[in-house]
């Protein structure tokens, strides 16, 4: 078995594993996969105050307290401030060139994303083949039936073109959820409607008219409507169609920026625009799906949010069609750590788990994070240079605004030193402090000095 958990305390992660077991695949795989158990408590944030971004008192005393998640009502927000975490890395995440992943190992991922905590979990498109439709239908029987540790249940979602084959799929698969969603699409910006739909605006009205009325015939209460490349598409037609599948029906109106063409004032903009403009917008949740092919998803995203929409799509590790889509960990980590300046904008993730999400991710899709990715990149809490080095031995702050343990990341070296040919004196010296040597004077002067020669040549020595 290629998992194993540094841990003897409960770990919260047993169905996912006991899903796993059953993968031929994660078994096959020479790469190991080493989760790191969370507290037993994890949804309590840890305090850090080493940590500058996140010391002042004033984020100490919100980051101490529990998440606090409004209920769930598929139209409706109580809390102004709370953020819906929408996750797709089953679904457009899975689109990724390669990434497709057995039954097995969505399901094991679909509960890990329960524990983190995510609100809404894309679990797949049914209509794509019958194995995701029973990939999807599992994933709602087990997954959005089991409350997670802290009685948290996601809502279990599917995706449809507007067509009723899919919707008919889609809500076959996730209707055994407690919460079961549908998420219908049709494109709206002229290149798609003209070269791909070859459907007049008139039509493509109707049909997502129809096609969310129809939704709801099946006897869905949780409708989700995204008007695909809604970053190219004329805004006063936007408008109107959004208006009508309000009426018919839909309870979030996702705003796609397909091709990841926007910029995060223009989409902002976009956001705030339809939120002025669209007849019956306030009866609805409004949602952002950036694609990252400027790679502005995470910019856009926020900027998104900023501007009023209260539902936001990621994957984790950011994977996803082409350039991949806003990563969950970027996007929950800078509204974490710039709440203030985001005026208290939150979620409901509990941020202990993001380092084990990225790892099974990256494991199952097969796609590696590369080492400088933000958050989760295995030189993301990582220093090199002599300079960094001193600051972290004397401040963490000095170099990090994120504590790694607030992402379950737990250092085998506290302050995160690699030493390499820029590393100076006192890293050197806590590293061998740290392997129980006490030396200083003129022997450290003289083991540094070797030290260089070899670092001089190798990449890194520890
Ligand atoms: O990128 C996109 O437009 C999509 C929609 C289906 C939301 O994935």
């Known amino acids: 078995m290629a998992i194993c958990f540094v841990s003897s305390k409960p770990n919260p992660l047993g169905p996912a594993v006991a899903a796993v077991a059953g993968s031929n695949r994660a ?14 408590n994890a949804i309590f944030s840890s305090a850090v105050s080493q940590h500058g971004g996140a010391s002042s008192p004033r984020s100490f005393t919100a980051r101490c ?10 139209s409706h927000i109580s809390d102004p401030g709370y953020v819906r ?20 190992e969505k399901l094991a991922t ?8 995510v609100d809404i979990i894309e679990a797949g498109f049914p209509a794509s083949s019958p194995d995701d439709l029973e990939a999807v239908r599992s994933i709602a029987i087990e997954v959005g039936n089991k409350p997670a540790e802290d009685g948290h249940l996601p809502v279990i979602c599917g995706l449809a073109r507007c067509n009723k084959k899919d919707i ?14 549908v998420h219908t699409f049709i494109a709206t910006s002229e290149i798609h409607m003209h070269h791909k739909l070859r459907k007049s605006r008139e039509e493509v009205v109707r049909i997502a008219r129809e096609m969310v009325g129809y939704a709801k015939s099946l006897g869905c209460q949780d409708i989700e409507f995204s008007p695909e490349d809604a970053g190219r598409s004329d805004h006063e037609f936007l408008y109107h169609v959004l208006e009508e599948v309000i009426k018919a029906g839909a309870t979030t109106l996702n705003i796609p920026d397909t091709v990841g063409y926007t910029l995060p004032d223009e989409f902002g903009q976009l956001i705030s625009d339809i939120k002025t403009n669209t007849k019956g917008i306030e009866n609805v949740v409004i949602s952002t799906h950036c694609q990252n092919d400027l790679g502005l998803a995470t910019a856009n995203t926020l900027a998104g949010a900023r501007a009023g929409a209260r539902q936001l799509e990621v994957t984790v590790n ?18 974490r750590c710039r709440n203030q300046i985001l005026e208290g904008l939150h979620t409901g993730i509990n941020t202990k788990y993001i380092h084990s999400a990225s790892k099974m991710v990256a494991e199952y899709s097969g796609l590696n994070v590369q080492p400088h990715k933000a958050i989760v990149g295995a030189n993301a809490f990582a220093h090199e240079s002599g300079i960094h080095q001193d600051g972290m031995l004397k401040f963490k702050g000095t170099y990090e605004i ?12 506290e302050s995160g030193i690699v030493l390499g040919k820029l590393s100076g004196r006192h890293a050197l010296k806590s590293k061998l402090t740290e392997l129980g040597y006490d030396i200083s004077g003129k022997e450290l002067d003289d083991i540094f000095k070797r030290f260089k020669d070899i670092a001089e040549k190798k990449k890194a020595c520890n």
């Open 27 to 40: 078994i096959s795989r020479p790469r190991s996969l080493t989760l790191q158990s969370n507290r037993p």
């Open 65 to 74: 307290s529990l998440v606090s998640r409004p209920e769930y009502f598929p």
């Open 85 to 104: 975490i929408f996750d797709t890395t089953l679904r457009d995440g899975e689109q990724s060139p390669g990434a497709t992943m057995t039954s097995n």
């Open 110 to 117: 679909a509960h890990l994303l329960s524990c983190l905590g």
């Open 168 to 181: 008919d799929a889609a809500w076959e698969a996730v209707r055994h959820a407690r919460r079961p969603r």
């Open 318 to 335: 950011g994977i996803g069609e082409r350039a991949g889509n806003a990563s969950l960990e970027e996007v929950v980590m800078a509204i």
């Open 402 to 413: 994120i504590s790694p343990d607030d992402i379950g990341l737990f250092r085998s070296n």
